[in-house]
């Protein structure tokens, strides 16, 4: 019913920069927040950035602080993450989530999450 789908991954060597896209689809009233998570093999998925609905409130993990930025543009029901300054560790599959209120579900916000999208940092 709502589908999240991330482009924009690859390879690319440390120091160099990638911008992720994650455009949502389906049966959608509104999107509330959006943000990037990340996993690396055999860690725990964890919090890159998120970004508010009008953009108003950022939050990025310290990790990142700096190096990357993340965007929304709300006519396209799309989030994007600039990174810039990669390092090999940063090596991971990049999940999209968002908080979806979908047409006839009234106010409830639906969690959803993309298929994720491999970014691989050479050293």
């Known amino acids: 019913q709502v589908q999240l789908v991330e482009s924009g991954g690859g390879l690319v060597q440390a120091g160099g920069s990638l911008r992720l896209s994650c455009a949502a689809s389906g049966i959608i009233k509104s999107i509330n927040a959006m943000g990037w998570y990340r996993q690396a093999p055999g860690k725990q998925r964890e919090l890159v950035a998120t970004?508010?609905?009008?953009?108003?409130?950022?939050n990025y993990a310290d990790f990142v602080k700096g190096r990357f930025t993340i965007s929304r543009d709300n006519a396209k029901n799309t989030v994007y993450l600039q990174m810039n300054s990669l390092k090999p560790d940063e090596t991971a599959v990049y999940y999209c989530?968002?908080?979806?209120?979908?047409?006839?579900?009234?106010?409830?916000?639906?969690?959803?999450w993309g298929q994720g999208t491999q970014v691989t940092v050479s050293s």
């Open positions: 989530n968002a908080l979806v209120r979908r047409l006839g579900f009234g106010s409830y916000e639906y969690d959803a």
């Open positions: 970004i508010t609905s009008t953009g108003g409130n950022i």
